[in-house]
C-alpha cells in the first residue's frame, strides 16, 4: 500500500536555512546540505527547498545548494520559489532537483506549465496552491481585482462560510456576518487575490499537465493549529493527481487529520521538524499509531 | 565500467551518484558505440514512452542495446527504461517498444480515491528472489513516480509485485535483463542496496 508521505519544508535564503515568520526575524538554521542529510536520516520521505532569496541574480546560490544536496541525499528533493522559465527548470533539474514547484508563475501564465510538463514530464511539475477565503455578501469588503479577467470556468463561487473548526472565528466576529466566503487563489505570498476558485483552478492545473499539487491554505498558515481540512479535502477529491497538505501544521495529529479525513497523499511541514519539537521518527510513530500508512525505515532490515 | 544510457529523457546523474556512493565508477553514455565494450548497462529514463522510444532509435541506441543483452552481461532498466522493453506501450496512443520482453505498458484504471500518478514510496511483494534482491527484506519500501506500469505476458519473468488499487509489476527479471518500475536511486537504503546488487553480478553470466 502507497504509504503516505512526510515531507519537511526548508527556507533556504542567500545559501542558508532560515528560520522565522513571515519571512520576517530570519534566523540563521544551519546548512542545507546537512540539514538535508540529517533530515535523510531521520527517515524524511522527500525534502522541499524553498528559495526565499528575493533576487534572480542569486540563482546561482540556490543552484549550488541543490547540486551539493543532491550529492548526499538518496530521496527526492524538490524546489520551489522564483521559478518563472523553463531555463530555470532545466538548470535546477540538472543541477540534480527531482521536481520544481511553481507558484505564481502558473497563475499569470498557465501555458508555461503545459510547456513545462510536455518538455520535463508531469513527474517533475509541481503547481503550489495558495487559497485564502474572502468574505462576500452584503457588506462586506471583497476585493474584485482581476475578476473580470479570470475565464468564467475558473472564476471564484460562493461557498459556505465555515461553521465550525479554526476559521469560522474570523468569519463569525464580522458584521455582518457574511453568508458566503470566495475560496480565492492567492499570489505573492498570499497578499493579491487572483479571483480564481481554488477548486476550478486545481483541476486546470491537472489538465494542463501539473503531477503533483502542494495546497496552503493561507487561512492556515501561520497559525499552528492545524491544517484546512475542508480545502484540502475538497481539493484533493476534486483532482486525480496527489495533493500535498501544507500550512498549519502544530503537531502530528494534525498531520493524521491532513491524511485522513482531508484525504491529502502527503503532509508538509516547516517549523514542527525545525525547532526540533517532533522528530520525523516520533511523527511516523503517532501516524502508525492512528492507523496512517507510513514508511518506517528500518535501515537494519536491510543487509549491506 | 558501467554505461548509463543517455538518450536526453531526464537526468541521470542522480544514478551516476548513487553508483559513485558505493565506490563504483558509471559513465554517462550518449555513444552508442561505447555500449559493446561495457561491463554493464543502466537504461533510465522518465518522461513519456512515445518521445523516449524515439529519441533512443534518432539516438541509434536500439541496436546496440540487443547486442549488449547478447552477450549476457548485466542490463538494468529503470522506470520507463523497464517500460521501453516491452512490446507496446499505450501512452497517449500506441507505440511500439523494443519488445525484449512479451507484453504491454497501461495506464492504471482510474478509481475513486486512487492517485494516478502513483507516487511516492510503496512496498515490495517478492515474487521471486533474484540475486538483485539479495539482502533485501519482503515488504521493503521504494520510491514510484508513474501513471503507466507493464503487463508482461509471461509471469514468469515477475520478480516483483507492488500494490496500488490492486498488484501491479514492479519488477523483472530475464537472464541477464533486470527492471525496476521504481527509482532505486531516490529509494534511499533498500535502493542503494539494490544497486550494488546490480554493480556486483558477475559479468560471464
Sequence with gaps: MLAKRIIPCLDVHAGRVVKGVNFLNLRDAGDPVEVAARYEQQGADELVFLDITASHEEREIILDVVQRTSEVIFMPLTVGGGIRTLEDIRELLKAGCDKVSINSAAVKDPEFVRQAALRFGSQCIVVNIDPKRVPIGEGTETSEAGRDEVPEALRVVPRPVPSEGPFSEKFSTLDPRPSTVYWDVHINGGRVPTGLDALAWARHVEELGAGEIVLTSMDADGTKDGYDIEITKAVSEAVEIPVVASGGCGSPEHMVAALTAGGASAALAASIFHYGEYSIGETKECLAAHGVPVRREDTSAVRQ | ?205
Design chain 2, 1 to 205: 565500467m558501467i554505461q548509463i544510457i543517455d538518450y536526453g529523457m531526464g537526468n541521470l546523474r542522480s544514478v551516476q551518484k548513487a553508483l559513485e556512493k558505493l565506490g563504483r565508477q558509471a559513465e554517462i553514455c550518449t555513444d552508442p558505440r561505447r555500449i559493446a565494450g561495457a561491463e554493464r548497462v543502466i537504461l533510465p529514463g522518465v518522461g513519456a514512452f512515445r518521445d523516449a522510444i524515439t529519441q533512443l532509435r534518432s539516438h541509434g541506441f536500439i541496436d546496440p542495446i540487443r547486442d549488449f543483452l547478447d552477450t549476457g552481461r548485466p542490463f538494468l532498466g529503470i522506470c520507463l527504461g523497464l517500460q521501453l522493453l516491452f512490446d507496446v506501450g499505450y501512452e497517449d496512443g500506441e507505440y511500439e517498444g523494443l519488445g525484449l520482453v512479451p507484453g504491454s505498458v497501461v495506464r492504471f484504471d482510474s478509481a475513486p480515491g486512487l492517485k494516478i500518478p502513483h507516487m511516492g514510496w510503496n512496498a515490495l511483494q517478492i515474487e521471486r528472489r533474484t540475486p538483485l534482491l539479495e539482502g533485501i527484506p519482503e515488504g521493503a519500501y521504494v520510491y514510484f513516480v508513474h501513471s503507466y506500469h507493464v503487463v508482461p505476458e509471461d509471469d514468469s519473468v515477475v520478480a516483483t509485485r507492488t500494490d496500488h488499487g490492486g498488484p501491479f509489476v514492479s519488477m523483472i527479471a530475464q537472464g541477464n535483463l533486470y527492471a525496476t518500475q521504481f527509482h532505486p536511486e531516490k529509494s534511499q537504503s533498500v535502493g542503494l542496496k539494490l544497486l550494488e546488487n546490480f554493480a556486483k553480478l558477475p559479468i560471464n553470466a
